[in-house]
């Protein structure tokens, strides 16, 4: 089940630039992305979200934009910070009632570099 | 600020043996998950409950497990039977409904070692 994909399950980024990660989805039916956080051995900490009505979402140092031609989206952070460094996470589902499973990305690990 | 806990954090069992995973959800949220992931894999969904039902399951919850929300605050997992193949941490997470939000808010984790 490749619905949600994260492609570079690395990143490395410099204390300060912009840490960009990406998501690809297939399944045209996913209304609603989340991104999630993690550290070891803790649960996935939510950090942003954006529903398919709108193409970008701002909180503080994270935006997520989202591409629904390209079924794509990217969270940005800036300036990166080394307590950023975690794996990153990205969950898609359908909104309608009844559907409540969250589909999962393989993650992305982001090292920030001091 | 509220926070999903889980206990234990972790749980060491035999095959074959039942185990049960406990949640204590955020107060005012109505919709509670199980999630797992074996390790170095992704998070998979389990269960979601709803009402005091199962409103949505994957095809990895079958008949050894069950889901119930015993009280007004715990929530639980029972594996009847482990399999080594159960070994996994297992996040429990719920939701609210205010705002129409989606988002779901995980627990620390159980991890279940089956030997």
């Known amino acids: 089940d490749q619905q949600v994909k994260q492609n570079s399950p690395s990143l490395s980024v410099q204390e300060g630039r912009i840490s960009i990660l990406n998501c690809d989805y297939t399944?045209?039916?996913?209304?609603?992305f989340l991104w999630y956080k993690k550290y070891p051995a803790e649960g996935p900490t939510f950090l942003i979200s954006?529903?398919?009505?709108?193409d970008k979402n701002e909180d503080g140092r994270f935006t997520v934009f989202l591409n629904k031609s390209a079924k794509h989206l990217s969270l940005h952070i800036v300036p990166s910070q080394p307590g950023d460094s975690a794996v990153y996470f990205c969950?898609?589902?359908?909104?309608?009632?009844?559907?409540?499973?969250?589909?999962f990305g393989t993650g992305t690990r982001l090292t920030i570099i001091p | 600020e509220p926070e999903v806990t889980q206990t234990p954090s972790h749980q060491v069992t035999q095959m074959g043996q039942e185990v049960i995973l406990r949640c204590v959800p955020i107060?005012?949220?109505?919709?509670f998950y199980w999630y797992r992931q074996i390790l170095g894999q992704k998070v998979e969904f389990l269960v979601s409950?709803?009402?005091?039902?199962?409103?949505?399951k994957s095809e990895i919850f079958d008949d050894q497990f069950s889901v119930e929300r015993p009280d007004g605050s715990n929530f639980t997992l029972k594996i009847r039977s482990t399999k080594l193949e159960d070994s996994a941490m297992y996040f429990c997470?719920?939701?609210?409904?205010?705002?129409?939000?989606?988002?779901?808010?995980f627990g620390p984790g159980t991890r279940l070692t089956v030997l």
């Open positions: 107060s005012n949220h109505l919709y």
């Open positions: 954006i529903s398919s009505i709108k």
């Open positions: 409950f709803y009402n005091n039902e199962i409103s949505e």
């Open positions: 997470a719920s939701r609210g409904t205010s705002g129409g939000s989606d988002t779901q808010y």
């Open positions: 399944n045209s039916m996913f209304d609603y």
């Open positions: 969950a898609a589902k359908k909104s309608n009632f009844g559907n409540e499973k969250l589909t």
